[in-house]
């Protein structure tokens, strides 16, 4: 009988890691100006050591490099959870608008704060309140007891996020920061200008996020019985629900706040992990982790060196990739009759 | 201690309409009841209360003589397992991983299984004659399977108090009497068994006690025979049936116009 144990958990998770270092590695040594492995190694390993290769890796493709990982890992957990309590495989924090609304929080920080005194740093906390309040409104619009059907699901997003884009548009122009790049960046998401001070906090988001769910990831499963049945199994829904959908909260303010609204990184790397390694969540959960950062670090690296002498943002490409498995996902669905 | 469910004026109001008013209901050990009445009667309202799913306005519920309301999730999770009318499984886990499911409230605190429970789950899929689809992802079932899946898992709880909401609802006659078979044999090893359902033949011949409810209120409480009459099926179901003796001597219910 197939079951998970620990060890396969272990060997699964060990295997995970090496793909991570793999593409981080990928990430520090690939661009313009190629650095080789070892010189990377000695960048990293020696902080005195000088010269423009070291520059390079240190200054401007670690930050980087670090931010994919983090925002990968924040999203792609972050949509495993939302699939889990929503019970809906099409469950994304960009598809349902909760990122809009993280987006809607740190570009209001920065738009209308200034006048405050808030700098930068008062960005995730901004992002993590807009998540938040997202995730009330949905509940409330949704009226959510178990189950999101796929039309709600996707009628509350296309309305969400039309609202954030739109708002966020409005509050850069009443802060003045319509004419540079950085809206079209926050739309459309890109670790270009990925702030390097935010990144020790993205990481300790990151990381409580992760120590909330993780020790509901059985009840994941037994949720996706239904409510009822979870609950006479001895789970606790109802605190089940409140934790976990802080938890997505902590990640999705803070991913966005780096990142801008970066899509469908939910939905690719969870649905890839379910094929190859099966449902249960306490493989799922921290893998997604794993696999999220490498997936959005190999994305930035192609970001970044697709078309020579300029940048994609990064969220082009995630979109690019999840937008035609979103809409085969969705098919399937229709087929199986599971719509509305 | 032979109480496995007690109820005692129970009284559940939804908004101002109360759903029962009044239940009083033991479920004994080594006994199936059944429970019947016409939709809306109050029976699933009833087997949520008794699963401690739902607290009831007034009255007393309490399981193997103690109070529903003080007992702790695990406890009792341990002591009662719920087959709902219909599952609907969301992720493609398979036909092991839901029945392992059942040993939740048995579990040390890292969740993962042990020896024994892998043996339990499986000795409850073979019982129900599915080893074989072990593997198989309980997406792929018929809806028959997944029901039986999923009595599976409540077996593999181990209770000592088992409710069914109209567990054979979807099975074809060879499944409703292999589900019913099973809850017999569980009731045979000291379990207690309250089973919701609309098909009286299969209530009065595997029932030992059958409780008739309507309008939230129990109408009758008794041997099948004693219950299925027609002055009571008159009252429960409003409908005019006549009442001949089955083979075995239980009564069988030929239903034949509105009241």
Sequence with gaps: ?340 | MSERLALRGVSVRLGERPVLDGVDLEVRAGEVVGLLGRNGAGKTTLLRVASGLLRPAAGSVSIEGRDAGALRRRERARAVALVPQETAVDFPFSVAEVVLMGRTPHLGWLGFEGARDLAVARAAMERLGIAALAERSILELSGGERQLAVVARALAQEPRLLLLDEPTAFLDLRHRIEVLAHVRAFAAAGGGALVVSHDLGIAARFCDRLVLIARGRVLAVGTPAEVLVPARLREAFEIEAAVLAGPDGQPVVVPRALA
């Excluded at chain 1, 010269?51 to 890992?73: F, Q, T, W, Y």
């Excluded at chain 1, 189950?147 to 850069?172: D, H, K």
């Excluded at chain 1, 802060?175 to 200008?193: P, Q, V």
């Design chain 1, 1 to 340: 009988m197939s079951v998970l144990r620990p060890a396969r958990l272990a060997v699964v998770l060990l295997g995970l890691c090496c793909v991570v270092l793999a593409t981080a590695a990928l990430g520090l040594t690939a661009g313009p100006s190629p650095v080789g492995a070892r010189d990377a190694l000695h960048a990293l390993l020696d902080p005195t050591l000088g010269g423009p290769a070291a520059d390079i890796v240190r200054g401007i493709r670690l930050p980087r490099v670090v931010a994919a990982l983090e925002v990968g890992a924040c999203l792609a957990v972050a949509g495993v959870l939302f699939q889990a309590l929503l019970r809906n495989p099409l469950a994304d924090p960009f598809v349902l608008g909760i990122s809009g609304g993280a987006a809607l929080g740190g570009v209001g920080v920065l738009a209308l704060g200034g006048g405050l005194g808030l700098g930068y740093a008062a960005v995730p906390p901004a992002a993590f309140a807009g998540a938040l309040a997202a995730t009330a409104l949905l509940f409330g619009v949704a009226g959510l007891r178990g189950r999101l059907s796929s039309t709600t699901l996707l009628l509350t997003g296309v309305v969400f996020n039309a609202v954030a884009s739109a708002a966020i548009i409005f509050l850069a122009s009443l802060g003045g920061m319509a004419e540079g790049t950085s809206i079209f960046l926050w739309l459309i998401g890109s670790l270009a200008s990925a702030h390097g001070e935010l990144l020790g906090w993205i990481a300790l988001l990151l990381a409580g996020g992760l120590a909330c769910a993780l020790p509901w990831a059985r009840a994941l499963n037994l949720l996706s019985l239904g409510e009822e049945s979870a609950e006479q199994l001895g789970v606790a829904v109802e605190r089940a629900k409140r934790v976990l959908l802080f938890s997505t909260a902590l990640m999705v303010g803070a991913a966005v706040s780096v990142s801008g609204l970066i899509g469908f990184v939910g939905l690719i790397v969870p649905h890839a992990l379910r094929l190859v390694l099966g449902p249960d969540h306490r493989l799922l959960v921290p893998a997604a982790a794993l696999a999220g950062a490498a997936f959005l670090a190999l994305c930035d690296t192609a970001a970044r060196t697709l078309l020579p002498g300029r940048e994609l943002p990064v969220g082009a490409i995630t979109a690019l990739a999840g937008g035609p498995l979103f809409l085969l996902l969705l098919r399937r669905q229709n087929r199986r009759g599971l719509l509305p």
